[in-house]
């Protein structure tokens, strides 16, 4: 699903140049769910920012389900994104004056769904994350976990192809992050292809397999038992 050659990433300050990603070769296979790891700047976001087309590497070659992304213009590769990835963030990016369901319609809307296709796939999503009770509510009207909850269901509405997460239980205690890890469990046992960064190990658990990276590196993977 995901393969990744050579990639580099350099960032320009003036004269100045940070040399984050140094040439990472990675690949995911459909349906698998990978924790990313790695002690902070190590390049964690950075990488996923890049493979999933977020951002512009310096070098190297990003192909998802057989598709070269280098090769896509700004609006193929921003097309690409809408129609064919979903993402979680660790501050939810939630639109403060948009109700949880519409939060999740919008980008339905914004691919040409109907509407009354689009909120009646955001409705059984956000049933599918445990929210039926909180269609209505504003972002401010709900807690950081319910939040979180907001944000996969939006992420997950148009059957993405892969899922990526930015360190998505960062800013939640120990509950809503349990909870947010058996959704992403559930979503993994569906056939989700999951890519996810996190910097705690015991929820890197909930993986296949775990990817470690160390000044722009790749240093070592494992596989998750059972």
Same mark, same amino acid.
């Given at each position: 699903?995901?393969?990744?050659?050579n990639?580099?990433?350099?960032?320009?300050?003036?004269?100045?140049?940070?040399?984050?990603?140094?040439?990472?070769?990675?690949?995911?296979?459909?349906?698998?769910?990978?924790a990313?790891?790695?002690?902070?700047?190590?390049?964690?976001?950075?990488?996923?920012?890049?493979?999933?087309?977020?951002?512009?590497?310096?070098?190297?070659?990003?192909?998802?389900?057989?598709?070269?992304?280098?090769?896509?213009?700004?609006i193929?590769?921003?097309?690409?994104?809408?129609?064919?990835?979903?993402?979680?963030?660790?501050?939810?990016?939630?639109?403060?004056?948009l109700?949880?369901?519409?939060?999740?319609?919008?980008?339905?809307?914004?691919?040409? %769904?109907s509407?009354?296709?689009? !909120? +009646?796939?955001? @409705? *059984?999503?956000? /049933?599918?994350?445990?929210?039926?009770?909180?269609?209505?509510?504003?972002?401010?009207?709900?807690?950081?976990g319910?939040?979180?909850?907001?944000?996969?269901?939006?992420?997950?509405?148009?059957?993405?192809?892969?899922?990526?997460?930015?360190?998505?239980?960062?800013?939640?205690?120990?509950?809503?992050?349990?909870?947010?890890?058996?959704?992403?469990?559930?979503?993994?046992?569906?056939?989700?292809?999951?890519?996810? %960064?996190?910097?705690?190990?015991? !929820? +890197?658990?909930y @993986? *296949?397999?775990? /990817?470690?990276?160390?000044?722009?590196k790749?240093?070592?993977?494992?596989?998750?038992?059972?």
């Amino acid at each position: 699903m995901i393969q990744v050659k050579n990639l580099t990433k350099t960032f320009k300050d003036g004269e100045n140049e940070t040399k984050v990603l140094k040439g990472i070769d990675f690949e995911a296979g459909s349906g698998e769910f990978i924790a990313i790891m790695g002690r902070s700047g190590a390049g964690k976001s950075t990488f996923l920012y890049q493979m999933s087309l977020l951002d512009e590497p310096t070098t190297g070659n990003i192909f998802i389900d057989g598709k070269d992304t280098s090769a896509m213009s700004i609006i193929e590769k921003t097309s690409f994104r809408l129609k064919e990835l979903g993402y979680v963030f660790q501050d939810y990016a939630l639109l403060p004056e948009l109700t949880a369901l519409e939060n999740v319609a919008l980008p339905l809307l914004m691919q040409g %769904v109907s509407e009354k296709k689009a !909120y +009646s796939r955001a @409705t *059984e999503h956000l /049933v599918k994350v445990g929210l039926e009770k909180r269609l209505n509510n504003l972002p401010s009207k709900l807690s950081g976990g319910e939040q979180q909850r907001v944000s996969i269901a939006r992420a997950i509405a148009h059957d993405p192809k892969i899922l990526f997460a930015d360190e998505p239980t960062a800013n939640l205690d120990n509950e809503s992050s349990r909870v947010i890890m058996e959704i992403f469990k559930d979503l993994h046992k569906e056939g989700q292809t999951i890519v996810m %960064v996190t910097h705690e190990v015991e !929820y +890197s658990k909930y @993986t *296949e397999r775990i /990817v470690h990276l160390n000044d722009g590196k790749i240093v070592s993977e494992e596989k998750v038992l059972p």
